[in-house]
């Protein structure tokens, strides 16, 4: 059957795209960390939702300080309860606390913060007017109650975080997992478009390939996966969950013979007939765009990170069984339906 063999090489493929971005996820990792990448996230959240100079206050607040792994690197993340504090602390100057028992004394001085005369108006008559005027409409919609108005103040840090987090991921991908999985892919070539043929044309290739698939999905350190793109799932559900560089220097795969450079390779082959890089874009330019185009193809794909390709390789693998199922019965009633087509009837009638 011939959808065996296409979904076959398409699981190979994918099975590379899946070890090679665990180790494409993992450096990304370092490069974050030693960027600092995550800290300065958490300051571009906190200034969208406040000002510019409320984000370098906050993160000198002592209850701050103690969430620094390193003095002269700020934290990558702030749990929620803790920024409400740190930011009616800065925000109010230590007045806070200090009448969080007197709700009359915190409306007026957050009024009084949002440029407002402390008189009764509509509850919900300064929403959106600015991120001071934001936080005294909280106050009002929590009629006067602390301890709503701190959960208020969480969900609209938490809902902040979850956009800063989609940005932060797109960023991620475009400037930090692409360049390295383009990178990967030209120095060990990793050329979806000659890998796809090569799986096409080896029939046991391609059973390796599959089985190794089978072999991933069989690997418990695989089922409870914590390997992310980074910043998008900082905790993990499962602590005890392997992490990318974990799982990357376990792993010792040998790659398939259609990855990497050889003699047999179609641009080393003619990068030496034509003698130098200027002759080879000169004789054969459609050869090179092709690699281009391979790289480019391979480099989005392990941009996606390792977890999408699990998910992946997961929905291939019971796709093959269906397709195998289905052509293994065309395989059984091929023969009786040469020999008797009645008797192929009678059959799918009781069936």
């Known amino acids: 059957m ?29 490069i974050i960390q030693w960027c ?5 996230s958490l300051c571009t959240l906190i200034t969208n939702m406040t000002e510019s100079g409320m984000c370098k206050k906050m993160l000198s ?4 300080e103690g969430l620094k792994v390193k003095t002269s690197r700020n934290p990558s993340r702030i749990p929620e309860d803790t920024f409400v504090y740190v930011l009616l602390d800065c925000y109010l100057e230590g007045e806070y606390l200090k009448n ?26 300064y929403l959106d007017k600015s991120w001071q005027q934001q936080i005294y409409s909280y106050w009002q919609q929590s009629n006067d109650n602390p301890k709503v108005f701190e959960q208020y103040l969480e969900c609209w840090f938490r809902d902040a975080g979850e956009r800063c987090r ?9 400037w930090v997992l692409l360049p390295i999985g383009l990178l990967v892919s030209i120095i060990i070539n990793v050329n979806t478009i000659d890998m796809y043929r090569l799986l096409l044309e080896d029939p046991i290739l391609r059973e390796q390939q599959v089985a190794f698939a089978k072999q991933i ?17 900082d905790q993990p559900e499962n602590p005890m969950a392997k992490t990318c560089e974990e799982l990357a220097r376990e792993m010792s795969v040998d790659m398939p013979p259609i990855v990497g450079w050889n003699e047999s390779t179609p641009l080393v082959k003619a990068y030496e007939e034509a003698g130098s890089f200027g002759g080879l874009i000169e004789h054969s330019p459609w050869l090179l765009i092709k690699n281009i185009l391979g790289w480019l193809i ?23 069984e269906r397709v195998r199922s289905i052509s293994d019965t065309d395989d059984e009633e091929r023969p009786m339906k040469e020999a008797d087509p009645s008797a192929l009837a009678i059959r799918r009638d009781a069936a």
């Not at 989609?166 to 475009?174: A, G, H, L, M, Y």
Request: hydrophobic content about 45%.
């Open 2 to 30: 011939a959808a065996l063999p296409m979904l076959d090489a398409f699981i190979g493929i994918v099975t590379i795209y899946f070890t090679l971005s665990l180790t494409v996820t993992a450096f990304s990792e370092l």
């Open 217 to 233: 999905m069989e690997n418990q350190d695989f089922q409870t996966i914590n390997c992310v793109i980074p910043g998008v799932n």
């Open 36 to 40: 600092g990448l995550h800290a300065k």
């Open 100 to 125: 969080r028992k007197s709700p009359k004394k915190i409306c007026e001085l957050l009024r009084e913060k949002a440029g407002l005369e402390c008189t009764d108006e509509d509850r919900l008559a």
């Open 298 to 320: 391979t480099a989005i794909a392990l941009s996606l990170g390792s977890p999408f390709w699990f998910d992946v390789i997961n929905r291939l693998l019971k796709a093959r």
């Open 61 to 64: 607040h002592p209850r701050i």
């Open 166 to 174: 989609d940005w932060f991921k797109r960023k991620i991908q475009t």
